[in-house]
């Protein structure tokens, strides 16, 4: 146990401390924080210069009474389209709209602007008008707001959920955790693909094995790179975490969402053992083969397998009940980012969660015992390739 | 007790047989060469021996019964190929196989300085191992082998890439390891460094065991009827030497059959006129005995390390002056 806890150490902080290991953990939360801020930029800078306004029918209100309302972009009121073309030109306004005196029987509007006008414009137009006409309306005064600008307040209540917060964030939440998880085994994974072939080619697992069992070496080597996954999960989601607490203390519309930890944990439970089944395929090909060239070629195969949920990504989230559904969370190769597609958008069965997670585990404990055994064969052949027929010769051998 | 016994064990790999009823015992205080050609089984043998891979039939007792995790704590094995992890640096690397033959690491890392600069690597601590040479590699590997103190060593090809002067240096350090009582196998095809350190030999042919026993006896079961000799007088003229020619002043003589050394010896005694300065039994190199046993082919392909200029053989030296 103790040999086991010295190589999971030293197989961590092998590949923890390689650039490339540390520009992937930050630098993928480095590109997000960018992306970010090049999304804030677009909006800081979105146009919010003065509408003018030309009003030939006399029904406008003036526009300080309809700022009570909040208005974005605010409105200026020009007496003549000369007046209103000049500030346009001389770029104080960002475009202006007339009234023509026939409006009240066409509703015909005509908009004047130089450049990108903000999309915003045509609905603060229409409220502007809308509020203008129910002041001059006679409609009493409670009725005339709910009717004006910012008068409909819709509320979505969903009749087939009591989840809080919305439907996009159970979505959206297990499948982006899904996608770090899978891309931090695909990374970290990968390693072991590595270090299997270059210690098979020097014969430093030779002398390993002279000091622990195979069963040792690999629980060892998938302790380490589990946790090594599990460390670019921690920095992935703390950064994901802390840059959502942001922008949800400035986005009012967010603050109903809570960060959903149970998927986490979910995501977490699910993973390890996948992770290790993905880890034992990769040694099992680092065994078989000279060079990781070839042995990334084979890798191939087991992204394939992994990206079968991604195939069914419709029905996933369309009918996350149906048989094919249940299915997929339930095969160990699938099943870790169907469960976590489908826990965000319905309740799973007590009985396939656990008849998933079991299979899955029982899956990787199996894997690694493969992994023993063909390391044995494996050790035999160094400088030779390993056909599927020899391994599993061998592994009816032993 | 033996502290390894290999009883009758057999491997096979596909239709090749690998290791074919072998059955060795090596005792403690001993080095044990371990010779054969490539492929001969050798390799397997080992890996069989360290519960690498397992046996078809026979059976492995080291120290004494199966193989646990405390005895691989008391094994030491430096493999043929030898690579280490060359992006890590050299102390880490041998502190890390350290720990996993259980040594605390604070102990493991006084060992390790004695060590390397005892091997002339005490500089190259903090170097990555890919900046060392073959050389220091190998020296840095014999320092892994070695450094939890192990009762049972396996060296193959410990001389390899290692100039003549660190060979002297790992040479007298696996004699001194024999000395204070460790069992040692040594497989290598430098055949005079057999000759100067083994106790025993076992030459694995195609995975049979075709010779075995102490070097001296079996130098001597392959021994011709011939003497080196020196001196004056008619030395190879005696009725006594059925064929003799001159090399360096030195006669190299095949006796007649039924002839032995000590008789010769004892007739050119009595020869007033002959007078002895040298005289040797001669005995065939290991060398020569490998290459007798699996063929001249396969020692070629071995590049066996053939020490042409040195006598042939001196087991025997009497050097005496008769009737002078």
């Not at chain 1, 070839?294 to 989230?317: D, H, N, R, T, V």
């Not at chain 2, 519960?51 to 120290?63: E, L, S």
């Not at chain 2, 450094?147 to 060979?167: A, C, K, M, Q, R």
Request: glycine share 8%; hydrophobic share 45%.
């Amino acid at each position: 146990m103790k040999k086991t806890f010295f190589i999971a150490r030293y197989e961590y902080w092998r590949f923890a401390r390689r650039k490339g290991f540390v520009f992937v953990v930050l630098g993928l939360p480095l590109l997000m924080l960018a992306a970010f801020a090049v999304i804030f930029l677009v909006f800081s800078s979105r146009e919010n210069r003065p509408v003018g306004a030309v009003d030939e029918t006399g029904i406008l209100i003036a526009p300080d009474i309809y700022a009570e309302i909040d208005a974005s972009p605010p409105f200026v009121i020009y007496t003549s389209e000369v007046e209103a073309r000049a500030a346009l030109e001389d770029e104080d306004i960002q475009a202006y709209f007339v009234v023509p005196a026939g409006y009240l029987t066409t509703g015909d509007i005509l908009v004047f602007h130089a450049g990108d006008a903000s999309e915003d414009v045509n609905g603060e137009i229409s409220d502007y008008l809308r509020t203008s006409l129910l002041a001059g309306s006679g409609v009493a005064e409670d009725l005339a707001s709910r009717l004006g600008a910012g008068g409909l307040d819709t509320q979505f209540i969903s009749l087939l959920e009591e989840r809080s917060g919305n439907e996009i964030a159970s979505f959206l939440f297990p499948f982006f955790l899904g996608l770090l998880l899978m891309m931090s085994i695909f990374t970290t994974g990968g390693y072991m693909l590595q270090a299997v072939v270059d210690e098979k080619e020097n014969r430093t697992m030779e002398i390993l094995l002279t000091s622990v069992t195979p069963e040792q070496l690999m629980t060892g080597k998938m302790a380490g790179l589990v946790c090594l996954g599990m460390t670019q999960i921690l920095v992935w989601t703390s950064f994901l975490l802390v840059g959502f607490l942001i922008i949800r203390t400035n986005v009012p519309e967010l603050s109903l969402i809570v960060p959903p930890f149970d998927m986490v944990a979910l995501g977490v439970a699910w993973f390890v053992p996948y992770y290790i089944i993905y880890a034992c395929f990769m040694a099992i090909v680092g065994l078989s083969v000279t060079e990781v060239s070839e042995g990334q070629q084979a890798a191939g195969i087991f992204s394939l397998l992994a990206a079968i949920p991604f195939w069914f990504m419709l029905l996933l989230i369309t009918a996350p009940d149906s048989t094919v559904a249940v299915a997929l969370s339930l095969i160990p190769f699938t099943s870790p980012f169907s469960i976590l597609i489908r826990y965000g958008l319905t309740t799973i069965p007590p009985w396939q969660m656990i008849l998933s997670w079991l299979l899955l585990a029982g899956t990787a404990v199996f894997t690694i015992y493969l992994v023993g055994q063909v390391m044995r064969l494996g050790m035999l052949r160094y400088g030779q390739r390993l056909t599927v027929r020899q391994i599993l010769g061998g592994i009816r051998s032993s | 007790m033996a502290t390894v016994q290999v009883k009758q064990v057999s491997k096979r790999f596909g239709s090749t047989q690998a290791v074919d009823d072998v059955s060795l015992e090596i005792a403690p205080g001993e080095i044990f060469g371990l010779l054969g050609p490539n492929g001969a089984g050798k390799t397997t043998l080992i890996r069989i021996i360290l519960d690498i891979i397992r046996p078809d039939t026979g059976k492995i007792a080291v120290f004494g019964g199966p193989m646990d995790e405390a005895k691989k704590n008391r094994i030491g094995y430096l493999p043929e190929e030898r690579g280490l992890y060359a992006d890590i640096k050299l102390m880490s690397v041998i502190l890390y196989l350290a720990s996993l033959k259980g040594i605390d690491r604070k102990e493991a890392a006084t060992r390790a300085e004695a060590y390397l600069r005892q091997l002339d690597l005490w500089a190259y601590r903090d170097k990555h191992l890919k900046e060392l040479s073959r050389g220091m590699h190998q020296k840095a590997q014999f320092i892994v082998t070695i450094l939890h103190d192990p009762d049972l060593i396996i060296v193959d090809e410990p001389f390899s890439g290692l100039d003549p002067v660190n060979t002297r240096l790992i040479r007298n350090m696996i004699l001194g390891l024999r000395d204070e009582g460790k069992c040692i196998i040594m497989s290598t095809h430098q055949m005079h460094q057999v000759e100067e350190m083994c106790d025993r030999i076992a030459l694995i042919h195609r995975g049979q065991k075709v010779l075995a026993g102490p070097v001296m006896a079996v130098r001597r079961q392959f021994a011709k009827n011939t003497v080196e000799i020196s001196g004056s007088g008619p030395l190879n003229t005696l009725p006594e030497v059925e064929h003799a020619r001159q090399i360096n002043g030195t006669w190299h003589v095949t006796l007649a059959e039924g002839i032995t050394p000590q008789r010769y010896l004892r007739v050119l005694a009595r020869h007033e006129e002959i007078s002895v300065e040298h005289f040797t039994v001669a005995l065939p190199r290991l060398n020569d005995i490998f290459i007798s046993m699996v063929g001249a082919d396969a020692a070629e392909e071995e590049n066996m390390t053939v020490m042409p200029t040195e006598p042939a053989a001196e087991m025997t030296s009497i050097e005496k002056g008769v009737g002078g």
